[in-house]
């Protein structure tokens, strides 16, 4: 088998698949059986293979599958489509918000997915196969690589929801300058997930609305409950999104009332020693006349004046409710 080429079946009645290797996959792609092949994007012959083995397909088509960057969506040609759907990167090592993109051509009797990253759920497709519980037409096929995209996502807006719980705690329990990281990432996460979830829930829509005849009743139904959860994801991402801003709008007003408070403090020191601090210099000028000089217990009397100005000034703060 090519390099470009990942791997091939023909889809068997009993959910299993055939290997295809070398000719067999051009011989099936022209036979009425269904043929599933998948490609790697990056490989220089890719582009080529699909131009020859689909020439009867629109250039577009052939473009739109090998594009550099991709956004989810549905693209509707005569009894065929183009779907491009975006999953979670589960990748070892990898961000999970660095969202992977799968592109299908699909009809009635060719199935052709293009990946750039290894996309989990397709070859989830390909482990039912080999199990027996593989999909039987292009139609299950569709239904089975959106329920597998959708349903991964779930674990990953739990794990979302359950990173903002935390930082809503730590700031109930303590306010800390360094929850604003925490912050910024929950709502950087929730950005980059919305905007690949909002055009791929319209692109689900799109195909339970086509009119294709592969698409049957039941894919349909399968596509509205896909539909659906979507739906939801989208509206949990918006409620952490907004989740995030409250608890960031709270932690800035935690840290401003802060520094309020210690502000107020040093002000009211500051005015508490600034009369002690205009007499003390006053009495260190190096000038003859100044009160006591002569008297040896004069440093000891003003000690005693001092604290006397002090305690007058407290309590005069006090009545004032200065603090």
Known sequence: MSDHIL????????????????????????????????LDADHKDTAAWLSAELNYLDTFIVSAL??????????????????????????????????????????????????????????SIEDNLKKGRGPTNA???????????????????????????????????????ALRHDIIAIRMKSIVFRRHMSPQREAISQAHMSDLPWVTDIDKRSLQESYNHILRYVEELDTIRERAQIVKDELANIIADKLNKNTYVLSVIAAIFLPL????????????????????????????????????????FRKLKWF
């Open 66 to 123: 090998v594009a550099e960057e991709t956004r989810p969506r549905m693209t509707q040609f005569a009894d065929g489509a183009i779907i491009i759907l975006r999953g979670v990167n589960l990748n070892i090592g990898e961000d999970t918000q660095d969202m992977v993109a799968v592109r299908v051509f699909i009809d009635q009797s060719r199935i052709i997915t293009i990946q750039k990253r290894k996309v989990r759920a397709v070859f």
């Open 277 to 316: 601090g205009f007499l003390t210099g006053l009495l260190g000028i190096n000038i003859g006349g100044i009160p006591g000089s002569d008297n040896p217990l004069a440093f000891i009397i003003f000690c005693f004046f001092l604290c006397a100005l002090v305690a007058a000034q407290v309590v005069i």
């Open 7 to 38: 791997f091939a079946y023909d889809l068997n009645a009993d959910g299993t698949g055939t290997v295809l290797n070398g000719k067999d996959i051009s011989k099936a792609l022209k036979a009425k059986q269904l043929t599933w092949v998948h």
């Open 139 to 177: 139609g299950q096929f569709l239904t089975q690589l959106v329920n597998q995209l959708t349903g991964r996502f779930e674990s990953v807006l739990l794990e979302l929801d359950e990173q903002t719980d935390e930082v809503e705690e730590k700031l109930l329990t303590g306010a800390d300058a």
